[in-house]
């Protein structure tokens, strides 16, 4: 006969709660927190409205890791792009400079509307054209583009002066000196009938930009005085 042999009752298992590890994150501690980004280049603010035709002078730029944009790819990239976007929507693209890491854009839209769409759609273009140079997906433009109405005779011929000539901007500010009455090949600058005593080069069969219509542009600008070469942005006309 087999005996049960009867075990003393064991005391039940108590719960304990254990304590929380020392929080090694986040708080206010130096290095905690989420790492600030790069800064915005353009403000969030509301855009200017205004119901009319008008010219504006728009500036894109790229984020650091784009590839410098004055190399005979890139600009041609950018030129492909803008044959298909250059007049869309109300928007009118006159004329077109390219620097290293910006975009600089004189052109004439119908309205707020207008400028908006048609931006979107070619920021679009330029960005997947670059993407295609540079065998890569992802964001292009670092954040939203900035846009400045031109209203008179005056702020036309400054901004085509800053779009044209922008590169001898750069130059100055590199400490080079920019080469007397060489346009910028990396522009539009070629096509411009504004030049004095240079005539332009006629427009390509396919364009990357369009002629304008716009009085302020075509003749009123004029009136202030005709553009030299060797002028760089930022002095006086």
Excluded at 20 to 25: E, G, I, K, V
Excluded at 50 to 71: E, Q, Y
Excluded at 155 to 179: I, S
Aim: with cysteine.
């Amino acid at each position: 006969m087999t005996m049960m042999v009867r075990r003393p009752a064991t005391r039940a298992r108590r719960a304990v709660q254990g304590e929380l590890p020392f929080r090694t994150w986040g708080g206010r501690r130096k290095g905690a927190g989420r790492k600030a980004g790069p800064l915005t280049l353009v403000q969030h603010r509301p855009r200017e409205r205004f119901g009319r035709p008008a010219p504006v002078h728009v500036t894109l730029r790229v984020l650091p890791h784009v590839w410098n944009l004055r190399t005979a790819r890139c600009a041609r990239a950018i030129g492909q792009a803008c044959r298909g976007g250059r007049e869309r929507f109300g928007f009118r693209l006159v004329h077109l400079s390219v620097q290293a890491n910006h975009l600089h854009l004189f052109a004439k839209v119908a309205d707020g509307d207008a400028l908006r769409r048609g931006m979107q759609g070619l920021s679009i273009r330029i960005a997947r054209a670059l993407n295609r140079v540079m065998e890569r997906k992802g964001k292009v433009f670092a954040g939203r583009f900035h846009a400045r109405r031109t209203a008179s005779p005056r702020e036309v011929r400054v901004a085509l002066r800053y779009v044209l000539c922008n590169a001898r901007k750069h130059a100055v500010q590199a400490g080079r000196k920019p080469p007397a009455g060489v346009l910028d090949p990396f522009s539009t600058a070629r096509y411009f009938d504004g030049w004095r005593d240079r005539p332009p080069d006629p427009l390509p069969k396919a364009p990357i930009v369009v002629a304008p219509r716009l009085w302020l542009v075509t003749t009123g600008w004029r009136r202030v005085g005709l553009l030299a070469p060797d002028e760089t942005p930022g002095a006086a006309p």
